[in-house]
């Protein structure tokens, strides 16, 4: 059984870089064909995916995040990391992290809140 767990700061300031880090138990970030993602959803609005990093580290963003996004790894801790700079009110959220599966996601973090305010 596959677990993840968000952590980092709830509180950040604006113009500053969000970083969060996802921390992968029961399964290898670096399985073949394992691909993990970071979603968020503002309040009062659906869910939006940020980006992913695969088994092979490569990484793929959202087009509209993308000149603000970093997805990184530590594959010796089975982590994997979100960088969001410059980040607004606009980016609170609560930020999930996540295992792709086919179309979708098969595990879930229990997300954690990020609130953008000075």
């Known amino acids: 059984q596959v677990q993840l767990q968000e952590s980092g700061p709830g509180l950040v300031k604006p113009s500053q870089t969000l970083s969060l880090t996802c921390t992968v138990s029961g399964g290898s970030i670096t399985t073949n064909y394992y691909y993990w993602s970071w979603i968020r959803q503002p309040p009062g609005k659906g869910l939006e995916w940020i980006g992913y990093?695969?088994?092979?580290?490569?990484?793929y963003y959202s087009p509209s995040l993308k000149s603000r996004t970093s997805i990184s790894r530590d594959t010796s801790k089975n982590q994997f990391t979100l960088q969001l700079s410059s980040v607004t009110p606009e980016d609170t959220a609560v930020y999930y992290c996540a295992k792709n599966y086919g179309m979708g996601y098969d595990y879930w973090g229990q997300g954690t809140q990020v609130t953008v305010s000075s």
């Open positions: 990093i695969a088994y092979s580290g490569s990484t």
